[in-house]
């Protein structure tokens, strides 16, 4: 079926050192996995995302990997910054239009 | 800004009774979604509307109904409402394919 799990469910990290959180999906249709941060307040803004076909993907201090076979990509923070603290969300697409979410990583940045 | 409008932001109601949330899509974008977010079952999709049709269905609750209107501004209508639909409630908006969705920044509503 269509499920996203993802871990951990809290983060914290010294300022400039790396985050990275994981997610697993169970239906091999999924196809597309976006990530959204969310700050307090805010709706979910869309940061990073990545296709089925495509390894990684690099977008200055963030990173996306995903691993097909084992069913499980990752969100990579390098360097980070105290504006790095948010809510991290997973998703994934499985060949509908809707994308069913992970239930959020709430990542702190240490100063 | 995402460019997705949610009114109102703020919404405190009793029990049973019905409230309407309005959602104005980015300008172009055909497919508005609706999203529950509670503490505890993160961003629950509710229902999709493309072009004023809808085209799929979450786990939305009988009590809960969306239209999308001609001009592609959608409501989504909570009735007979009870404590446990206190959440946030979020619309997004895309241009069709159901990728790079585009949230508001919601309607948080608490039933007293």
């Known amino acids: 079926g269509e499920n996203v799990e993802q871990h951990p469910s809290t983060l914290s990290v010294q300022e400039g050192d790396s985050a990275v959180i994981k997610c697993t999906y169970s239906d091999s249709a999924s196809n597309y996995f976006p990530w959204y941060k969310q700050e307090l307040g805010k709706g979910p803004q869309l940061i990073i995302d990545i296709r089925s076909n495509v390894g990684e993907k690099k977008d200055q201090r963030i990173a996306v990997t995903l691993n097909k076979t084992a069913k499980h990509f990752s969100l990579h923070i390098t360097e980070t910054q105290p504006e790095d603290s948010a809510v991290y969300f997973c998703a994934g697409s499985f060949g509908n239009e809707k994308l069913t979410f992970g239930t959020g990583t709430r990542l702190t940045i240490i100063p | 800004d995402s460019g997705v409008t949610q009114t109102p932001k703020h919404l405190i109601t009793a029990t049973g009774q019905r409230v309407t949330l309005r959602c104005s899509p980015r300008?172009?974008?055909?497919?508005v979604y609706w999203y529950q977010q509670s503490l505890d079952q993160g961003l629950q999709f509710l229902i999709q509307y493309y072009n004023g049709e809808e085209r799929a269905k979450g786990n939305i609750l009988e009590r809960f109904s969306a239209q999308q209107f001609p001009d592609l501004h959608s409501e989504l209508n909570l009735s007979s409402l009870e404590l446990g639909d206190s959440a946030l409630y979020f619309c997004?908006?895309?241009?069709?394919?159901?990728?790079?969705?585009?949230f508001g920044s919601g309607t948080q509503l608490s039933v007293l």
């Open positions: 300008s172009g974008d055909l497919s």
């Open positions: 997004a908006s895309t241009s069709g394919t159901g990728e790079k969705l585009f």
